[in-house]
Nanobody, 125 residues
Framework: QVQLVESGGGSVQAGGSLRLSCAASGYTYSTYFMGWFRQAPGKEREGVASIDTGGGNTFYADSVKGRFTISQDNGKITLYLQMNSLKPEDTAMYYC??????????????????WGQGTQVTVSS
């Protein structure tokens, strides 16, 4: 089992920045990918960014490339999402997730079997 707890959400004006953190505990060594996902009201959950916990390769949704950066600490205990140049359309609940199996696409939510409770990000215009 892997437990995930997100923090760092909040309200910010367009153009501002936020840094999300995800503290992982439990059998973290069993994870292959960790990622950030978001879900806005009335919309499906979508992948934002993910990282291969072994090799460090990163993957981003087109909508956040160049603005968001995913990273992890060396012990794979904490996952981060630095969000810059935030836009109102980035408003959503953001979730941290971990996958203990591989899959076809690292930003595909069904690939992930552990999820945090989420942290709200609100960007005002």
């Amino acid at each position: 089992q892997v437990q995930l707890v997100e923090s760092g959400g909040g309200s910010v004006q367009a153009g501002g920045s936020l840094r999300l953190s995800c503290a992982a505990s439990g059998y973290t060594y069993s994870t292959y990918f960790m990622g950030w996902f978001r879900q806005a009201p009335g919309k499906e959950r979508e992948g934002v960014a993910s990282i291969d916990t072994g090799g460090g390769n990163t993957f981003y949704a087109d909508s956040v490339k160049g603005r968001f950066t995913i990273s992890q600490d060396n012990g794979k205990i904490t996952l981060y999402l630095q969000m810059n140049s935030l836009k109102p359309e980035d408003t959503a609940m953001y979730y941290c997730a971990a996958a203990s199996y591989g899959g076809s696409w690292p930003l595909d939510p069904p690939m992930y079997n552990y999820w945090g409770q989420g942290t709200q990000v609100t960007v005002s215009s």
